[in-house]
């Protein structure tokens, strides 16, 4: 446990500097367990820069511990970040032992419909821990948020204000670059919003010094990543509490949904990327573009693997010409990756393939606003699990994403999107990423090995379209309505599930991201539970088919369902 030193003040003799100890702690804290690549050093600069900027409030406190920790602040660094923050923690430590006032009564449950309809001017915070990807989940926030108060003002402040000049239904947009920003937010000095919904992927858990300042009116808290919510009613002193119940809806746009759900919103998968970014429409010309991402937040790409990805990429049997753009990244050891995977790469490529780099229009850096122009161009994107996955579903493309294992809960739930594991072989992969090229007539089909679908797949795909429109309703819905089309689901997935065997090697290399040997679990009638848990079994089952619906082998049944309704392809 950690001990403050004995000759630190008592916490109580400075209340003004509760929130901003917190702040300081608790971003510290966030900042040293994250790893962070090459590639994203830019990240760690600036938040250190936007950490150093907490000194403001303590610079007052002329006792010599706090004046040695103001000093030892002014001098964090990339090199030292882990040294000083273990230091500084030692120096806070008396400020941040916070206890939630007595008045406050907590509920765990959702806020009353009032909480939300007496908002007008609404801020959307994005904290500075939270990462571009994590950001771009939230893109839908402001369009369901003016779903339900048509007339509200929505302001979006965040860190990467550029990331959000596409984003719908955003009345003013800011950005600030110091967390000294975030005082004056949750003060009240910015602007007298009626809302302020602070998010993050960690939980800052600030919410118990808000209550004890009071200079809100409503203060919502969301973190993503521990995926709780916390509604605090500064004037009536209520604190709702909601989480996601048991062990469901932990994809992270799953959680974010059922806690907007809670909140009073109407939010849907299909609409945190349908009609929330604008784009162009995809050109139908003959050339096919692909982009390019290998960069992630948190790890450095092989560029062995790479080069031999985007070379093998399309087969030289291919009956279109295909455009490969590399993304240059945003510093000079991202531009030379690009410049040797480039160069390795179309060497061995068919001769239909051009293989370029992103124009970076006279810059050093190849700007969010870069990639975005990038994906708008694009048909599809091939990708790590970054940012690029969640940002190009918004904009229509169909994503192929290259993803470590334990990243499961950051998959994106969109009908285009396909997952495939970083360990498995190299040519594996290839293969299940050309099942899906087909799809853009990259392939003679009766070479693709593509399986032939029975009624019985058919029937499948769009049983469980239907299963998952039941599954983003908000009105209630009985358990004996819901358990007899779930029943039906999952006797189909066992039957499905007996026939993969049967399918080419060359389709079954798309399964990589799901363990389908186990079927959707069904329930038998005395399986029902009490009336009181009748909740808790909707919730499982409902769970269970979005996870279903999240899975590559639904979506490429849908896709080959497509097909062969629009006459491309034979049962």
Known sequence: MIRPP??????FDYPELRLPSLLLSRYLYFLTRRPISRSNSHYLQGRIRGLMSLAQPFSSVQESTMQGGVRLLRTL??????????????????????????????????????????????????????????????????????ANMPKAKVTVMSTYGKLWHRVKRVDQLKSYDQDLAILQVLRGELEPFDLVMFVDFEDPGLYRVIC?????????????????LTAVDLSRRWIYRLRPPGACYNNFYFGMNHLMRGLGLTPSIRGCFTDVVQHKQKSDEEELRIFVSPFTSKYDPSLLYWSRLVASLISPS??????IVLDPGPNSSTRQFARDTCRSASARAPSQVAIEIAHMSGTEK????????????????????????????????????VANPGVENWRVPNETSFYFNAED??????????????????MRRQDSYRPALSALEIQLASLVQHIQQLAEANGSISLNAWSEIYTELAHSHQALLERLPHWSSEARSLLCDNNYD??????????????????????????????????????????????????????
């Open 6 to 11: 004995l000759d630190m003040p008592h916490r």
């Open 425 to 442: 072989p190299l040519p594996q992969v290839i293969a299940g990423m050309q099942q899906v090229l087909t799809h853009f007539g990259l």
């Open 212 to 228: 004890q300042e009071r200079l809100l009116s409503k203060y919502v808290e969301m973190s993503l990543g521990a995926q709780v």
């Open 77 to 146: 660094n990339p090199q030292n970040v882990l040294q000083v923050a273990d230091r500084l923690q030692l120096i806070l430590f008396p400020f941040i032992q916070t206890q939630l006032p007595k008045e406050y009564i907590v509920a765990d449950g959702s806020p009353p419909p009032n909480f939300l309809q007496e908002a007008c001017n609404i801020l959307l915070f994005l904290g500075p821990g939270i990462g571009i990807g994590d950001e771009i989940i939230t893109f839908p926030l402001p369009t369901w948020f003016k």
């Open 366 to 401: 190849f700007s969010l606003e870069g990639v975005f122009d990038e994906l708008e161009k694009a048909h599809i994107v091939v990708c790590v699990d970054s940012f690029a996955a969640h940002a190009a579903p918004t904009m229509g493309c169909t994503t192929l994403v």
């Open 518 to 571: 186990n079927p959707i679990r069904g329930f038998a009638v005395e399986d029902t539970p009490p009336e009181a848990l009748h909740q808790d079994m909707l919730h499982y089952q409902r769970n269970a088919c979005l996870e279903w619906c999240n899975s590559n082998l639904y979506r490429y049944l849908t896709m080959l369902s497509a097909e062969i309704e629009h006459g491309v392809a034979s049962i």
């Open 318 to 323: 291919t009956i279109r010409r295909v455009r």
